[in-house]
């Protein structure tokens, strides 16, 4: 059973750094493809970035282009999201997702096969 535990959340203040991480504990971890999704109260789960299996690919909204990088360890079985110059619209549950298809994991929400739990970030002004 792959499962996926995010941590790294937390408050910062306009301007700050978060990076978060995403485990995969159990599962071959470089088969998949990795995203970053958020969702603010009363909003929809959105993507934020993604990487393809091997890392050579990456995708990212053009909200956080510029300010977001996503990467993996394939060694570690963790992807990562280092968040720089954050501002308050960034504040939502960031959860990481898995699916084999990159395709899927950045634009097919209904269909990935794997999410975690979520981890909150809160960015004040």
């Known amino acids: 059973q792959v499962q996926l535990v995010e941590s790294g959340g937390g408050l910062v203040q306009a301007g700050g750094s978060l990076r978060l991480s995403c485990a995969m504990p159990?599962?071959?971890?470089?088969?998949?493809?990795m995203a970053w999704f958020r969702q603010a109260p009363g909003k929809e789960r959105e993507f934020v970035a993604g990487?393809?299996?091997?890392?050579?690919?990456?995708d990212y909204i053009d909200s956080v282009k510029g300010r977001f990088a996503i990467s993996r360890d394939n060694a570690k079985n963790a992807v990562y999201l280092q968040m720089n110059s954050l501002k308050p619209e960034d504040t939502a549950v960031y959860h990481c997702?898995?699916?084999?298809?990159?395709?899927?994991?950045?634009?097919?929400?209904?269909?990935?096969?794997?999410w975690g739990q979520g981890t909150q970030v809160t960015v004040s002004s």
């Open positions: 990487i393809d299996w091997s890392g050579g690919s990456t």
């Open positions: 159990r599962g071959t971890f470089s088969s998949y493809a």
């Open positions: 997702a898995a699916d084999p298809n990159y395709r899927i994991v950045r634009t097919v929400v209904g269909q990935i096969a794997y």
